[in-house]
C-alpha cells in the first residue's frame, strides 16, 4: 500500500474524509481554493529560481508570475489579493535568505519501500550546509506553528525517514521557513523518533486496511472540508 503525509494525515483528521476521497473517489468536490493556487505557486517560482543561477528580486517576482495558478479565485480582486500576498512574502524572502545556496534536492520526490507500506512524497528542498551538515527546508504560506507542534509533525518525520532509509542521508535540520513572515522553526528527529514514526506509519496502515465503519471525526477544519454537503454530520445540524 503507498501511503503520504496527505494520505495518512487525512486518514487521521477524518475516516469518513477519508473513504470519499480515496475509496469512493469523489475528487469532482474538491475545488481549488485560493490559498491553494497560491501556496502551489510560490513553491513552483521557488524551485524556479534555485535552479537558475539569476537571482535577483525581479527575477524572483517574474517567475511567481509565469507559474502564477489562476484557479479558486472569486473574482479579479480576490486573485489580485492573494497574489499581493505571494509577491510580498517572497520579497520578504529574498531579503533574508541565503539566496545564493545551492540546495542539493529540489522538489524532490521519493518512493521508501518497506515491509508492509511504501512510502511516498516530495520534498520541497534539501541543502548541504558548509560544516557537512544536512538541512531539510520545507516551505510553507500559512500560518507559523509552535515548537511542540513542529516536534511532532509526521510530514517532517515522513522526511527524515525517507533520507535515512531513501537516500542515506541523516538530516541535522528539519526547518520549516514561514513565508510569511520569514520566521523559521527548526525541529529535529533522532534514530528513535524515526524508528517510532516508522512503526506509528506501521499501525496507521493497519488502521486503514482494518477499517470498515469510516465514521465522521468531527474536528476544527470541519469547516474547510470538501464533502460537507455528503456528511452526516452536518447534515444533522450538528456544525461545529
Not at 529535529?188 to 524508528?195: D, G, P, S, V, W
Not at 486503514?208 to 455528503?230: Q, S
Amino acid at each position: 500500500m503507498k501511503v503520504s503525509n496527505f494520505k495518512l494525515s487525512m486518514f487521521l483528521e477524518c475516516p469518513l474524509k477519508y473513504k470519499f476521497y480515496y475509496i469512493d473517489e469523489l475528487r469532482e468536490y474538491c475545488k481549488p481554493k485560493p490559498y491553494q493556487s497560491m501556496g502551489i505557486s510560490v513553491h513552483s517560482a521557488l524551485y524556479a529560481f534555485f535552479k537558475q543561477e539569476e537571482r535577483a528580486i525581479d527575477v524572483l517576482h517574474n517567475l511567481l508570475r509565469k507559474h502564477w495558478i489562476r484557479e479558486g479565485f472569486k473574482d479579479r480582486e480576490e486573485e489580485r489579493m492573494w497574489g499581493l500576498k505571494a509577491l510580498s512574502m517572497l520579497k520578504n524572502f529574498f531579503d533574508t535568505s541565503n539566496v545564493y545556496a545551492k540546495p542539493i534536492m529540489l522538489e524532490e520526490e521519493f518512493i521508501v519501500p518497506f515491509d508492509s507500506f511504501i512510502l511516498t512524497g516530495r520534498i520541497d528542498r534539501v541543502d548541504r550546509r558548509s560544516d557537512g551538515s544536512y538541512e531539510v527546508i520545507d516551505y510553507k504560506t500559512g500560518e507559523p506553528m509552535d515548537k511542540d507542534k513542529a516536534d511532532s509533525d509526521l510530514q517532517m518525520t515522513i522526511y527524515a525517514i525517507a533520507l535515512v532509509h531513501g537516500r542515506k542521508i541523516e538530516p541535522d535540520y528539519l526547518t520549516f521557513y514561514f513565508l510569511k513572515d520569514s520566521t523559521k522553526m527548526t525541529t529535529k528527529r533522532t534514530e528513535l523518533h524515526i524508528e517510532e514514526g516508522i512503526m506509528f506509519i506501521k499501525e496507521t496502515v493497519e488502521r486503514i486496511k482494518n477499517e470498515k465503519e469510516y465514521l465522521p471525526k468531527p474536528n476544527r477544519f470541519c469547516g474547510y472540508c470538501d464533502f460537507t454537503i455528503l456528511c452526516p454530520f452536518f447534515m444533522d445540524d450538528k456544525v461545529l
